[in-house]
């Protein structure tokens, strides 16, 4: 037998059979209409209404035309025979058909099948409108309606009763959107016999060869073609062995399988689906559920189904990317809704969330596996890096960067591309592909770690090094201290075993306690600009609400803002937020403590650098301070340390006299180095109004000027010389 060259040739070929069966009802029409055919469809005579009271109900006037040309039923049963063995040829060959793979991929049977043909006729050849309008008696119905199709397939009406469930709302070729059924604008609220059926244009497309996506879904979706591996995911063999458990066992049995997968922007997750896809060979459809949100009801609930058609017709997996959108209760409808459409597919859809879900009232028929997938430890963020940038994980500068940058594979990425084009610019011209720079890379990674923290923060950029903070050297070696605590954390975590005996508080909490200007911002300062990390200050007033719960939902923001941005937070004053909790007299102190006992949650939890500074720290909860890796005292300056700063904060480019006495400055005035700095450039400012060279006149005025500031009391000649013109 020879099988169908395309799949083209056998929609083609069953079209052909349709055709023959539209014919032989054709000529049994016309058998009563000879009579009267110059005018036939135009009006009802009196001798046709007495013969339609004479029917019994239910089928056409040709339907009770005895059939007397056998020859045209054998040729008809020899044609269907013949198509049917040309088929099984075919698949039998390895030749894909569409058509019995949309039957199979839908459960149609041969009914439906054979009323989508009828529908499809049409679309291919005018000259079937003509037909259809003859056989429904008139020349204005030229789509097939639900009548004619049950007259043509049914032979008798308890069948054609009993085929009227093909077309209810519950049926595939409705469910699924093969056809469409619409009705007559002149008749408006008509019975189900009267409605027309049309077959969508994507299903046409599909049958005559094309692979391209319902016009509609264009903006939502995008069509993927696995190429990653499973076995080069990074990802816990755990992951791996449930990712293919569930696959295997959903291609086994059929039912509906959902795979969920947790984690971070760029944790891999739709990677990992495409994965799973290529090794159960399907194609992998991934759905913008944050564009599909944003639409009206009816259309949300039309998008859904026209997407769940297009993986059926492709025979592809459906991902659902931010599903956690999904989960606020005004959105619980639209969430019920895609998950009995995911139900009733029986197919393989991932959905992508950050958020940790469970489907406690949803998804009993279909099989469920929720698979967490974490950041990456050091080990896997230096091989990304070696992969990302075809380097030797042995390269040091990327060690520093794996051990600095908590990224996710996909940030990673997507840093690597944006270090290249970082050297690109530093040598346009060269002909060599230049290795990005340890800077250059640092910078990358900056720029992709998460920015959404700069609205709840203030960004700061570090300007100062070692050079330029004064402490006494026991302080300064604790500071060493904490910089080697960030540095060297994945060794002792990771590659030493401790993380394994921590179930929280990995993060690094530091604790600055000391008299305002004694350098606790300096200090925190120093620590970004030594480790390459952001600095961002946390500004308590868009933190602290006076509505409950509010505070808790602004930390749980700048916490998880800061875990995604690998950023150094830092809490200025956290006296005022992070103070001791107080004895229960009213509802606020009950709030007040629980927004306290959140926080130190939030800290447990917390695998970042935060900083919290004091001015006095027996104002600090003793929980906090327990849970300091690190508590650093900024003392008062004594006088040596004062003229350490008073020498040090002097730009090299400002012109001074010689006869400034800076030892004298930090023997008389025993201020703080946030002072000093204030006297410096006030000095500078009134230097550049007075003949451009900053003296002792220009000194000793603006420290006059910072004392009134402060509220301290000025004595008599503690200023001399400042009142008169700068000498």
């Not at 052909?16 to 469809?41: N, P, Y």
């Not at 793979?101 to 009323?115: P, R, W």
């Not at 300062?525 to 609400?545: C, P």
Request: glycine fraction near 6%.
């Amino acid at each position: 037998m020879q099988p169908f060259a395309t799949s083209c040739q056998q929609v083609l070929a069953e079209l052909e059979r349709i055709d023959l069966m539209i014919r032989l009802q054709v000529w049994r029409a016309r058998q009563l209409h000879q009579a009267d055919s110059e005018f036939h469809g135009l009006y009802i005579s009196e001798e046709e209404v007495d013969a339609l009271l004479a029917e019994p109900a239910g089928l056409p006037r040709w339907a009770a035309v005895p059939v007397s040309r056998p020859e045209m039923i054998a040729v008809f049963e020899r044609l269907a025979a013949t198509l049917a063995d040309r088929r099984e040829e075919s698949l039998r060959r390895g030749i894909v058909l569409r058509l019995p793979q949309l039957a199979g991929s839908f459960g149609l049977s041969s009914f439906e099948v054979d009323t989508l043909l009828i529908a499809l006729a049409p679309e291919i050849d005018p000259r079937y409108e003509k037909l259809f309008a003859y056989l429904q008696d008139d020349v204005t119905r030229k789509r097939p309606s639900v009548d004619l199709v049950l007259n043509l397939l049914c032979p008798n009406f308890e069948e054609k009763l009993a085929a009227r469930s093909r077309f209810g709302a519950g049926s595939p070729l409705v469910r699924h959107r093969l056809l469409h059924l619409f009705e007559d604008p002149s008749r408006l609220q008509s019975p189900l016999l009267a409605h027309y059926v049309k077959a969508e244009e994507r299903v046409v497309g599909f049958l005559f060869g094309s692979d391209e996506p319902d016009a509609r879904l264009l903006p939502y979706v995008r069509v993927v073609e696995p190429v990653a591996r499973l076995e080069d995911l990074l990802l816990p063999a755990a992951a791996k062995q449930g990712l293919l458990a569930l696959g295997r066992s959903w291609r086994a049995g059929g039912q509906a399988a959902v795979l969920y997968l947790q984690g971070p922007y760029g944790a891999g997750r739709e990677t990992a689906a495409e994965a799973l896809c290529r090794e159960l060979g399907l194609g992998l459809l991934v759905v913008d559920l944050e564009r599909l949100l944003a639409t009206e009801d009816d259309l949300f609930e039309t998008l859904v189904a026209l997407a769940s058609r297009e993986a059926l017709l492709r025979d592809a997996a459906l991902c659902w990317r931010r599903f956690d959108l999904l989960l606020a209760d005004d959105k619980a409808p639209r969430r019920i809704r895609l998950l009995k459409v995911l139900e009733e597919r029986r197919g393989l859809s991932f959905l992508t969330s950050e958020a940790v879900w469970e489907p406690a009232d949803a998804l009993r028929d279909a099989a469920f596996l929720r698979i967490e997938l974490p950041r990456p430890g050091h080990r896997e963020r230096l091989e990304l890096w070696s992969r990302a940038l075809e380097s030797a994980p042995a390269d040091p500068g990327l060690a520093a960067v794996a051990t600095r940058f908590r990224l996710t594979p996909g940030q990673i990425r997507d840093a690597a591309t944006t270090a290249r084009n970082l050297a690109r610019g530093r040598d346009p011209e060269g002909v060599a592909e230049p290795m990005p720079t340890p800077a250059e890379i640092q910078a990358a990674c900056r720029l992709h770690s998460n920015p959404r923290l700069s609205a709840l923060a203030q960004k700061i950029t570090p300007k100062y090094g070692w050079s330029d903070i004064v402490l006494p050297a026991d302080r300064l070696e604790v500071l060493r201290e904490i910089c080697n605590a960030v540095r060297y954390r994945s060794r002792v975590y990771e590659d030493w075993g401790f993380g394994g005996k921590l179930s929280l508080g990995k993060g690094l909490n530091v604790l600055f306690a000391g008299p305002p200007g004694t350098g606790k911002t300096m200090g925190a300062e120093v620590l970004a600009g030594e480790l390459g990390l952001d600095l961002y200050k946390i500004d308590l007033s868009t933190v602290v609400s006076k509505y409950i719960g509010e505070t808790e939902k602004n930390l749980a923001r700048i916490f998880a803002e800061g875990e995604t941005s690998n950023a150094l937070l830092f809490f200025d004053e956290a006296d005022a937020l992070f103070g001791k909790r107080s004895e229960v007299r009213d509802s606020h102190d009950r709030y007040a403590n629980l927004e306290i006992s959140y926080l130190l949650q939030r800290m447990d939890e917390y695998e970042g650098v935060v900083i919290l500074a004091t001015n006095l720290r027996k104002n600090m909860d003793e929980a906090f301070v327990r849970r300091m890796h690190f508590t650093l005292e900024f003392p008062f300056p004594t006088e040596s340390d004062r003229q350490r700063i008073w020498t040090g904060l002097w730009p090299a480019a400002t012109p001074r006299r010689e006869e400034i006495d800076l030892a004298l400055l930090a023997h008389r005035y025993e201020i703080a180095g946030g002072n000093i700095r204030n006297i410096i450039l006030a000095a500078a400012f009134l230097a550049a109004s007075d003949g451009g060279t900053v003296t002792m006149g220009h000194l000793l005025r603006a420290t006059q000027r910072e004392y009134q500031k402060m509220g301290k009391v000025v004595r008599d000649g503690e200023f001399a010389g400042s009142a008169g013109p700068a000498s």
